[in-house]
């Protein structure tokens, strides 16, 4: 996200901070995780290296100039191979080239199962939320328990996680996810105050 990344120190402090000040307000736990991508892309590799292949080839039967015939081949297959290194090492054109309905699954999916492997739900109160950042995609998704009923919190809540994802996407902002972040507390602590006793069961800092 720009020149910081959640696994800088000062990044997961500040994160750290950003949730302590939001479980100060409510009942809530929240809980970051950070992941590089949610889903194998190798498809949209594969598909950059056909077209340039397929492109080689073209070159190969309908340019002026003579081509070894008996390098055709090889030329072609090092062109696909050639693309495919180039979707996988430059995220911005393999993420141009991929379903976004596919990325927005793959990072539903793979927040749920980051859920789970988290045990955001072993919280006494079942009141656990999961805000789950996902940089390749570009997206976020949040996931409440059963204890969080997100019609409850109303539209305040909808635009709040709506500003998490929006943080992460055409120009990702480091400082707008933190706002965006921060954002839950008073939202939260309207709809689930913090009540004396309350006891902080899951981490503060980001699971990266």
Known sequence: MG??????????????AAIRAIESAT???????????????????????????????????????????????????VAFGLGTLLSAGVAPLRRALTSRKLMRANVATAAHAAFVELKIARTSARSGILVFVSKFERRVEVVPDIGVD??????????AVKALDVALRSRPSFPKFLDALRSLGPVLGKAMPRVEGDVNELPDEPST
Not at 6 to 15: G, I, L, M, T, Y
Not at 58 to 72: K, S
């Open 3 to 16: 020149s910081v990344t959640f696994a800088d120190k000062a990044a997961k402090a500040e994160v750290a």
């Open 27 to 77: 009942a809530a736990e929240v809980v970051v995780a950070v992941r590089a991508r949610s889903g194998h892309y190798r498809h949209t590799d594969y598909l950059v290296g056909f077209a340039l292949s397929f492109a080689a080839l073209l070159v190969f039967l309908f340019d002026t100039h003579e081509f070894e015939i008996d390098w055709m081949p090889v030329d072609t297959l």
């Open 150 to 159: 997100p019609v409850v919190l109303g539209p305040a809540f909808a635009d």
